[in-house]
């Protein structure tokens, strides 16, 4: 199916600026802007409703990012690795598309969640290259979340473990210098823009003013 190029940011970024937090936190009678940290994103709906509207939300938020990147390499063929740094490029757009859908969402005045959900999910999608480092991340999203308790730090330091994780993987996969790149620039800038969002969260933790999560769930 070969859309204009434009159409798959669109597509993208209108799937990740569903509010799912929100949406779901009025289903269980609660506005998520409005309790905890006012993130609408799936750690504060976990801790406002419980783990079970948290992970609800995760998954979700994963999907909304997952989706679009993957619909646009299998339904259209001038997208996908191994096409080289140009289409490549177009492809990372997609993702960062889904993620700023997220973050600045139209539904809610462009102030959406924090992007991790939805950046783990977008990376997700850029099978193959991406796929695995943000499958190895994840796992240190939970490692770091289950020893210190603090959901912000994991999710900097998960995002902060993408880059370097995605460039390893890129040399084993043998990717060409260029395409590679293309992929590391993109996980850069989702890391970035994970920690200006948790900037809040790391100035609280060196003030050692941050709440530890009560649950485990997934990140905002």
């Avoid at 993208?12 to 289903?27: K, V, Y």
């Avoid at 989706?67 to 001038?78: H, K, M, N, S």
């Avoid at 080289?84 to 462009?110: E, S």
């Avoid at 796929?131 to 796992?139: D, S």
């Amino acid at each position: 199916m070969t859309l204009p190029l434009w159409s798959w940011h669109a597509i993208a970024f209108a799937c990740g600026s569903i509010p799912f937090a929100f949406l779901l936190g009025r289903l269980g009678g609660v506005d998520v802007r409005k309790v905890g940290s006012g993130n609408p994103g799936a750690s504060n709906l976990g801790r406002a409703l419980g783990r079970r509207w948290g992970v609800g939300c995760f998954v979700l938020d994963v999907l909304k990012g997952a989706v679009p990147v993957a619909a646009a390499a299998a339904l259209d063929g001038r997208l996908g690795a191994g096409s080289g740094p140009g289409p490549a490029a177009v492809w990372v757009t997609v993702a960062a598309a889904a993620v700023l859908g997220h973050v600045f969402t139209p539904w809610l005045g462009f102030r959406g969640g924090k992007g991790v959900a939805t950046g783990l999910g977008a990376t997700l999608g850029l099978w193959p290259v991406v796929t695995g480092p943000a499958v190895l991340a994840f796992g240190v999203w939970v490692a770091v979340a289950k020893v210190s308790g603090y959901v912000g730090l994991a999710s900097v330091v998960a995002a902060l473990a993408l880059v370097p994780l995605t460039g390893l993987w890129a040399w084993v996969l043998g990717v060409a210098a260029a395409e590679a790149g293309v992929f590391l620039a993109l996980v850069a800038a989702v890391a970035a823009l994970v920690i200006v969002r948790h900037r809040g969260n790391l100035a609280r933790l060196r003030a050692g003013t941050e709440s530890k999560a009560a649950w485990a769930s997934g990140p905002a």
